[in-house]
Nanobody, 127 residues
């Protein structure tokens, strides 16, 4: 069964950090662009970050630039999202998604047709 599984969410105080993981099973992530999306209560899903299959390229939305870092370890078949300086506005369910892509990622990455999606992991930033 091909699936993505997110983990690492939880409750954290403002200013704190969390690292989310996105692990693949049933397929290898080597040639997949991986993106993180999030959906806050009552809001539409929004793109957060994306990393190319090689790991050499990464993209971020403006609201998380300088605070979030996406990375991947293809040997572990896992992609990470390190989130620092968290604020209550970062509270959401975070999803990872995968797309087979051998070319570079570009500015339209939020609109790529991702084939695989995880079930999400919840992040709550609150004092």
């Amino acid at each position: 069964q091909l699936q993505l599984v997110e983990s690492g969410g939880g409750l954290v105080q403002p200013g704190g950090s969390l690292r989310l993981s996105c692990a693949a099973s049933g397929f290898t992530l080597d040639y997949y662009a991986i993106a993180w999306f999030r959906q806050a209560p009552g809001k539409d899903r929004e793109a957060v970050s994306c990393i190319s299959g090689s790991g050499r390229e990464s993209k971020y939305v403006d609201s998380v630039k300088g605070r979030f870092t996406i990375s991947r370890d293809n040997a572990k078949n896992t992609v990470y999202l390190q989130m620092n300086s968290l604020t209550p506005d970062d509270t959401a369910v975070y999803y990872c998604a995968a797309l087979w892509r051998t070319s570079r990622i570009d500015s339209s990455w939020p609109k790529y047709e991702y084939k695989y999606w995880g079930q999400g992991t919840g992040v709550t930033v609150s004092s």
